[in-house]
C-alpha cells in the first residue's frame, strides 16, 4: 500500500470527521443569532457573524471532502478560530466597556474590583441600591445579597485590568481572557479526533459563553480546574508530585480562591487520586508514602489558597469570613429547577427548608464516601455528585453543570478514567462497604421527606389584588394571614414573575411578627425598583427566615381582581 494510501482517512478518521461537521454546525445558530440582533442596530457587530458563517461552512464542507488527517487538522485550526470570531463582538464589547453586567453577581464583583484598585476593601462595603434592581439574589430574612461574596482571585485580576484599563468592563474581561485560555487548553489537550470538541464545549454551547459575557467568576475557575485536572492520574506516580503534580496543586489552589462552587468538587477529586495511587502500592510500608504525598499535594494547594487570602485576612478577618463564606451561609431564596420546587409550585410551601440543605449535605457526604469505597466501579460518574447535590437543594442553576463540560470532556478523553480501574477502594469489609453508603442514601431520602412533607406555617383567610392602568398591573394587595404553626414568625412577601420571583413587596400595614396562632391583615405595595414591570401576579409567597419556611397563597383571577387604589382594598 503507498504511503498516499495510508494518510487517507480510515474508521478512526470518520469519527474525526463526524465530530468535525457537528461542531461546525453547532456555530451556525450561534452566528445568525448575532447577525439577527445586531445588523440593523448595530452593523459593525455583525461582522463577525457575516466572517464567521463562511468559515463554519468551509470547514462543515471540508470535513465532507478531506480524505487527508492532515486536512481534518488544518480544518480544524479554522473552525477554532471561526468559534472565537463568533464571540468576538462580545469580546470588543468587553474590551469598551459594555459587557451587559446585569446580574447581581457580576455587578458586585465589578464593585469590588473598583474599590480595590482604589485602595479599599472590597469586603467591607456594601452595594444594596446597586444590586437592587438588576435580579437581586433573595435571602429569607427580607433582603437580598449585596456583599462581594467570593475569593478573591477574579477581583485580584479584574482590579489589575481596571487600572490598564480604566474604560473596558474589568470583570468581563477576565471572563473572556478565561475562556479564550480554556479553548485554547483544551483544543491542545483533546485527542486529535476530538479537537473540534472545544469549539462544541466552549462557543457553541450557551453556559462558558454567558459565564464570560456576564463576567462570572466561574469562568476563571474553569480553566484552573482543567490545568489542575489535566492528566491528573500521573500525579505523584512513582511516589514523587515533580513539577506537574506541583503545577496542578497549585492551579486547585487558585481554583478554590476563585469560586466556592470548586470547593464541593475538588474532594472527590483528592479522594480519588489518594485511591488511584493507594492502588500503584500494596505493601503496607509503602502506604505511608502515598499519605506523605497526598499531605503534601494537598499542602500546596492550601498554601496557595492562603496566600491569594492572606492580604484580605489580614486586613478585616470579619469581613473576609463573611464575604467568603457568605453565598454558603446566606439564606437564599428558590433559584433554578431544583427538586426544592416541588414545594413551591405543587404542594404550596414548606414549613422545614431546612432540610433540603441537609440532603444535599448528606448526598455530598455519601458521594465522597462512594469515592472512597468504590472508586474502580464508579469511575469519573462520582464528579456528578456536587452538581445533583446542587439540584437537591434550593439553589439548583443549571449554568453550574453546563459550565463543567470542558472538564468531564477533558476527563472523559484522556486516559483519565482508564487509571480509575486501578485504583484500590478502602480496605474495608463488603457489607460495611455497602452500608455505609445505603444509610448515606437513607439519610437523603428522610431529609427530602421531611421537606417535602412538612405542611407550611401560614394560610390565607382572603385575598384580594388591586390592579391599574390601560395594561393592568398590580399596586397593591390586601391579604389576610393566619399562622397555623406553632413557630414565631417573621413573614416577607414576594409574588410569581415568570419563573423566578418578584423582589420583596412593601408592608404597608401589618404587624412584623405573627405568633402562634395569630391572624393579621397585610397591605402590601409592589417592590419600587418593579412597579411598571410587573405582571398580574397569580401566587403570593409569604416567606420566614428563622425558621426557613414559604407559603404558597394563590391570588384570585383577574376577573376576580379589584380596580380600586391599594390603600382601600380591603380596608378594615
Not at 463554519?56 to 472565537?84: H, I, K, M, P, Q
Not at 482571585?153 to 468592563?169: C, Q
Not at 414565631?488 to 404587624?511: C, E, I, M
Amino acid at each position: 500500500m503507498s504511503g498516499r494510501a495510508n494518510e487517507s482517512i480510515d474508521a478512526p478518521g470518520r469519527t474525526h470527521r463526524i465530530v468535525a461537521l457537528i461542531a461546525a454546525v453547532s456555530l451556525l445558530p450561534v452566528l445568525a443569532a448575532l447577525w439577527d440582533t445586531t445588523v440593523v442596530q448595530s452593523p459593525g457587530g455583525a461582522v463577525p457573524a457575516a466572517v464567521g458563517i463562511p468559515l463554519a461552512l468551509v470547514w462543515a464542507g471540508g470535513a465532507l471532502a478531506a480524505r487527508r488527517r492532515r486536512t481534518l487538522v488544518r480544518l480544524d485550526a479554522l473552525g477554532l478560530l471561526a468559534g472565537v470570531v463568533s464571540r468576538a463582538d462580545d469580546i470588543v464589547r468587553a474590551f469598551r466597556g459594555h459587557a451587559p453586567l446585569s446580574v447581581d453577581e457580576t455587578i458586585l464583583c465589578r464593585l469590588a474590583a473598583r474599590a480595590l484598585a482604589a485602595g479599599r476593601n472590597p469586603y467591607a462595603g456594601t452595594w444594596t441600591s446597586d444590586v437592587a434592581t438588576h435580579h437581586a439574589t433573595l435571602l429569607m430574612n427580607g433582603g437580598v445579597a449585596d456583599r462581594f461574596g467570593y475569593p478573591p482571585l477574579d477581583v485580584l485580576l479584574a482590579a489589575g485590568v481596571h487600572l490598564l484599563l480604566p474604560a473596558a468592563s474589568e470583570v468581563a474581561v477576565v471572563s473572556w481572557l478565561a475562556l479564550l485560555a480554556t479553548a485554547g487548553w483544551l483544543y491542545l489537550r483533546l485527542p486529535v479526533p476530538l479537537r473540534a470538541l472545544t469549539v462544541l464545549a466552549v462557543f457553541s454551547l450557551g453556559a462558558m459563553p454567558m459565564l464570560a459575557r456576564y463576567g462570572y467568576p466561574l469562568a476563571l475557575a474553569t480553566f484552573l480546574l482543567l490545568v489542575a485536572l489535566d492528566g491528573w492520574p500521573a500525579i505523584g506516580a512513582g511516589g514523587r508530585l515533580g513539577r506537574r503534580g506541583t503545577v496542578a496543586a497549585i492551579a486547585l489552589g487558585l481554583a478554590a480562591a476563585t469560586q466556592q462552587l470548586t470547593w464541593f468538587v475538588i474532594p472527590f477529586l483528592l479522594v480519588l487520586l489518594w485511591r488511584v495511587r493507594a492502588g500503584d502500592v500494596q505493601a503496607d510500608a509503602a502506604r505511608g508514602t502515598v499519605h506523605g504525598l497526598m499531605a503534601r499535594f494537598t499542602s500546596i494547594a492550601a498554601a496557595t489558597f492562603a496566600a491569594v487570602n492572606l492580604p484580605f485576612l489580614a486586613a478585616g478577618p470579619g469581613s473576609w469570613l463573611r464575604g467568603v463564606l457568605g453565598p454558603l451561609r446566606q439564606h437564599a431564596f428558590y433559584s433554578g429547577p431544583g427538586l426544592a420546587n416541588v414545594d413551591l409550585h405543587w404542594l404550596g410551601g414548606s414549613g422545614a427548608l431546612d432540610f433540603y440543605r441537609y440532603a444535599g449535605l448528606a448526598f455530598l457526604a455519601t458521594g465522597i464516601a462512594l469515592a472512597a469505597l468504590w472508586p474502580a466501579q464508579l469511575g469519573l460518574a462520582v464528579l456528578v455528585v456536587p452538581f445533583a447535590a446542587f439540584w437537591l437543594s434550593m439553589r439548583s442553576q443549571l449554568l453550574y453543570y453546563e459550565a463543567f463540560v470542558p472538564l468531564g470532556l477533558l476527563l472523559v478523553a484522556t486516559p483519565s478514567a482508564d487509571a480509575l480501574a486501578a485504583a484500590r477502594p478502602l480496605p474495608l469489609p463488603r457489607r460495611v462497604r455497602v452500608a455505609l453508603p445505603a444509610l448515606g442514601v437513607t439519610a437523603v431520602v428522610a431529609c427530602l421527606s421531611i421537606a417535602a412533607a412538612w405542611p407550611a406555617p401560614i394560610r390565607s383567610g382572603r385575598a384580594v389584588v388591586a390592579l391599574a392602568g390601560r395594561t393592568p398591573r398590580p399596586v397593591g394587595i390586601d391579604v389576610e394571614l393566619v399562622n397555623r404553626s406553632g413557630d414565631v414568625l417573621h413573614p416577607h412577601f414576594a409574588t410569581d414573575f415568570g419563573s423566578k420571583s418578584s423582589l420583596y413587596w412593601r408592608v404597608l400595614r401589618g404587624t412584623p411578627v405573627l405568633w402562634p396562632g395569630e391572624r393579621a391583615s397585610y397591605e402590601l405595595l409592589p417592590p419600587a425598583a418593579q412597579t411598571h414591570r410587573l405582571p398580574p401576579p397569580r401566587r403570593l409567597f409569604v416567606i420566614t427566615d428563622d425558621p426557613q419556611t414559604i407559603s404558597v397563597i394563590a391570588l384570585p383571577s383577574a376577573a376576580a381582581r379589584s380596580t380600586r387604589s391599594p390603600l382601600h382594598v380591603g380596608g378594615t
